[in-house]
């Protein structure tokens, strides 16, 4: 079956950075739309970035500027590099994989942005 294993998440002070990573296996990885989502305690989960196959990017607006999708096919993996975090940003980050029908979900990685 399909695994997302999402790393990276810790404690940070604001206006630190810090890179998440997201593995995938079992799936064709590079026809595959990624996305990462976020939810803070209380708060529905949210579109943070997505990255289609070919390349092209959005963001929330919330994090344009400071955040960073990509993606490396030969890996496997996405990322997502988070530079001048805020406290605001403190949440569980999840990773996603869709493609036509088929959608799936890391188990989340906390990130806490604190001093």
């Known amino acids: 079956q399909v695994q997302l294993v999402e790393s990276g998440g810790d404690l940070v002070q604001p206006g630190g950075s810090l890179r998440l990573s997201c593995a995938a296996s079992?799936?064709?990885?590079?026809?595959?739309?990624m996305g990462w989502y976020r939810q803070a305690p209380g708060k529905q989960r949210e579109l943070v970035a997505a990255?289609?196959?070919?390349?092209?990017?959005n963001y929330v607006d919330s994090v344009k500027g400071r955040f960073t999708i990509s993606r490396d096919n030969a890996k496997n993996t996405v990322y997502l590099q988070m530079n001048s975090l805020k406290p605001e940003d403190t949440a569980v980050y999840y990773c996603?994989?869709?493609w036509g029908l088929g959608s799936y979900w890391g188990q989340g990685t906390q990130v806490t942005v604190s001093s």
């Open positions: 990255i289609t196959p070919g390349g092209s990017t």
């Open positions: 079992r799936i064709i990885f590079s026809i595959y739309a």
């Open positions: 996603n994989a869709a």
